[in-house]
């Protein structure tokens, strides 16, 4: 067999009511549906961790599918962190994590820091970069590994390297590729599947979780088959991951009605010349339900299906369609989402303009393990289920104090500077407090309040205890000494509430 693998405004477009396309047809700016801050942060949030004030002003200068092209176009062609000095390391046949042994410093000790850098450059990626670097840790959840499975420094970097290259990739590639990477060998048993004693883990997690979803499109056997097909591969000492003929069966296997020696090439040409419809379908709906929303239109899943398809299951051109869709901008899937923790701590930062650097990177790493997402250890092989499953009595009032404990222990005098600075920028420097309260909320959550009574009480928090007649008379204003502990007492409330939690 032989297969192939390889708020300025924007002038509006005014169309006619009965001519506007919905759907997944291209986003036409109207004044029924205008190019404005809230969709401009929706797009953000989604494809990013939030907007900052200036991407938000940049935005309104653009056209919608052209912002997006950028974004998107940059992605693809960003090159990766630079590799760390531990991304070769092996144990055999040289232990190059002697040294650290000698001065009292375990293999596991050593392998978890460097795990724990590797969270930090995550992080700061993803603040720096947006888009891309938000995909690898969508895919790490989607081809998921567990470090504690194979503790190897080298095994993190190979894993995260073919995460951050695909992500933008080819997806039949992404998958040929993730497969082979020692982390996944080691995760799912594939080292332990040999000729003698096929080991089904990997040939099931394949189907059912990585291309065509759990029960659609093949059987029992065809996993049985695909096993024995995927035999031969080992990945020890911490080296890369080789092939061993003598532990791969050469005898015909049966896979989708298609009899023949099939090896590891030969199944990912199966599934995608066999299989193109449910793989095109699992993934574009996985991708919908995570970046517009948990209801799903299977209208507009299809309609990425096809273009999928079309396009040789190149993901770039899928996301371009979503992200211009008028679907994607329409009002019912703005805010409905449940933050990460690393969606939480990521955009309250980004969208705040508050300085960072790596050692807050490392505490909200930490906060992020305490509130239940572990980077690099998903809680297994299904990954973390998101939405309704970040929050609880516990994780949600953990988020509070967390956030507080950095906003009073870790702030400084420079991030109050910036808290002022968004304020008047976002409020045009009005010194009316209600318009700077509502401008300043709005700026941070993606629908807003939805009563007045939330603004006004808002409102209250942020005149602290200045006197009434101050803000009557006009002598109030952001250049006052107290601005920052003003906004900075709003922003703790704001976090309190439960719109916070959305994005």
Same mark, same amino acid.
């Given at each position: 067999? *032989?297969?192939?693998?390889?708020t @300025?405004?924007?002038?509006?477009?005014?169309?006619p $009511?009965?001519?506007?396309?919905? #759907?997944?047809a291209?986003?036409?700016?109207?004044?029924?549906?205008?190019?404005?801050?809230?969709?401009?942060?929706? %797009?953000?949030n989604?494809?990013?961790?939030?907007?900052?004030?200036?991407?938000i002003?940049?935005a =309104?200068?653009?056209?919608?599918?052209?912002?997006?092209?950028q974004?998107v176009?940059?992605?693809?062609?960003?090159?990766?962190?630079?590799?760390?000095?531990?991304?070769?390391?092996?144990?055999d046949?040289?232990?190059?994590?002697?040294?650290?042994?000698a001065?009292g410093?375990?293999?596991?000790?050593?392998?978890?820091?460097?795990?724990?850098?590797w969270?930090?450059?995550?992080?700061?990626? $993803?603040?720096?970069?947006?888009?891309?670097d938000?995909?690898?840790?969508?895919?790490?959840?989607h081809?998921?590994?567990?470090?504690?499975?194979?503790?190897?420094?080298?095994?993190? &970097?190979?894993?995260y390297?073919?995460? #951050?290259?695909?992500?933008?990739?080819?997806?039949?590639?992404?998958?040929y !590729?993730?497969?082979?990477?020692?982390?996944?060998?080691?995760?799912?048993?594939?080292?332990?599947?040999t000729?003698? &004693?096929?080991n089904?883990?990997?040939?099931?997690?394949?189907?059912? =979780?990585?291309?065509? #979803?759990?029960?659609?499109?093949?059987?029992? !056997?065809?996993?049985?088959?695909? *096993?024995k097909? %995927?035999?031969g591969?080992?990945?020890?000492?911490?080296r890369?991951?080789?092939?061993?003929?003598?532990y791969?069966?050469?005898?015909?296997?049966?896979?989708?009605?298609q009899?023949?020696?099939?090896n590891?090439?030969?199944?990912?040409?199966l599934?995608? !010349?066999?299989?193109p419809?449910?793989?095109? !379908?699992?993934?574009?709906?996985?991708l919908y339900?995570?970046f517009?929303?948990?209801?799903?239109?299977?209208?507009?899943?299809?309609?990425?299906?096809?273009?999928?398809?079309?396009?040789?299951?190149?993901?770039?051109?899928?996301f371009?369609?979503l992200?211009?869709?008028?679907?994607?901008?329409?009002d019912?899937?703005?805010?409905?989402?449940?933050?990460?923790?690393?969606?939480?701590? $990521?955009?309250?930062?980004?969208?705040?303009?508050?300085e960072?650097d790596?050692d807050? $990177?490392?505490g909200?790493?930490?906060?992020?393990?305490?509130l239940?997402?572990?980077?690099?250890e998903?809680?297994?092989?299904a990954?973390?289920q998101g939405?309704?499953?970040?929050l609880n009595?516990?994780?949600?009032?953990?988020?509070?104090d967390?956030?507080?404990?950095?906003?009073?222990?870790?702030?400084?005098?420079?991030? %109050?500077?910036?808290?002022?600075?968004?304020?008047?920028?976002?409020?045009?420097? /009005?010194?009316?407090?209600?318009?700077?309260?509502? @401008?300043?909320?709005?700026?941070?959550?993606?629908?807003?309040?939805?009563?007045?009574?939330?603004? /006004?009480?808002?409102?209250?928090?942020f005149?602290?205890?200045?006197?009434?007649?101050?803000?009557?008379?006009?002598?109030?204003?952001l250049d006052? /000494?107290?601005?920052?502990?003003? %906004?900075?007492? =709003? =922003?703790?409330?704001?976090?309190?509430q439960?719109?916070f939690?959305l994005?």
């Open positions: 067999m *032989s297969l192939q693998r390889k @300025t405004q924007i002038k509006y477009n005014m169309m $009511m009965d001519c506007i396309r919905d #759907g997944i291209e986003y036409t700016p109207r004044p029924s549906k205008p190019w404005d801050s809230r969709r401009i942060a929706h %797009l953000y989604r494809i990013g961790f939030g907007a900052n004030h200036q991407q002003a940049t =309104l200068t653009m056209n919608p599918t052209d912002l997006i092209d974004i176009d940059s992605a693809v062609v960003l090159p990766l962190a630079p590799e760390p000095y531990w991304a070769d390391w092996t144990t046949p040289v232990n190059d994590y002697a040294e650290g042994e001065m410093s375990s293999f596991n000790s050593q392998a978890n820091t460097h795990r724990r850098e969270t930090v450059q995550l992080f700061n990626d $993803m603040l720096s970069n947006g888009f891309r938000k995909l690898i840790l969508f895919w790490h959840n081809f998921v590994t567990q470090f504690s499975t194979y503790t190897c420094s080298s095994y993190l &970097h190979k894993y390297k073919v995460l #951050g290259e695909y992500s933008l990739g080819n997806f039949r590639d992404f998958v !590729e993730i497969g082979k990477t020692p982390a996944m060998v080691r995760f799912l048993n594939a080292d332990q599947s000729k003698y &004693h096929p089904e883990n990997y040939a099931r997690e394949l189907l059912e =979780l990585f291309t065509m #979803g759990v029960d659609n499109g093949y059987t029992q !056997e065809d996993i049985v088959e695909i *096993s097909a %995927l035999t591969f080992q990945a020890r000492g911490c890369d991951t080789e092939f061993r003929p003598d791969f069966d050469t005898d015909d296997k049966t896979i989708f009605g009899t023949g020696p099939w590891y090439d030969d199944v990912h040409d599934i995608f !010349e066999y299989r419809n449910n793989v095109a !379908e699992y993934i574009c709906e996985k339900r995570y517009i929303s948990t209801d799903v239109d299977l209208t507009i899943v299809n309609e990425l299906a096809v273009t999928f398809k079309n396009n040789n299951f190149e993901l770039a051109p899928v371009k369609q992200f211009k869709s008028e679907h994607f901008f329409d019912k899937n703005i805010g409905v989402r449940i933050k990460s923790p690393a969606q939480y701590f $990521m955009s309250f930062i980004h969208q705040a303009g508050f960072y790596d807050l $990177m490392n909200m790493r930490s906060a992020c393990e305490v239940g997402q572990y980077i690099w998903p809680i297994d092989v990954g973390w939405q309704r499953s970040w009595e516990d994780t949600l009032t953990r988020r509070w967390l956030t507080e404990q950095y906003l009073f222990n870790d702030i400084s005098s420079l991030s %109050l500077d910036n808290l002022v600075d968004l304020a008047k920028a976002v409020s045009g420097n /009005s010194n009316d407090p209600a318009y700077v309260t509502q @401008t300043f909320i709005d700026h941070f959550l993606p629908i807003g309040f939805n009563d007045a009574e939330a603004y /006004s009480s808002a409102t209250n928090v005149k602290g205890e200045i006197p009434q007649n101050y803000f009557d008379q006009g002598f109030w204003n006052w /000494s107290v601005a920052g502990e003003q %906004l900075l007492s =709003l =922003l703790v409330h704001l976090i309190r439960p719109e939690q994005y």
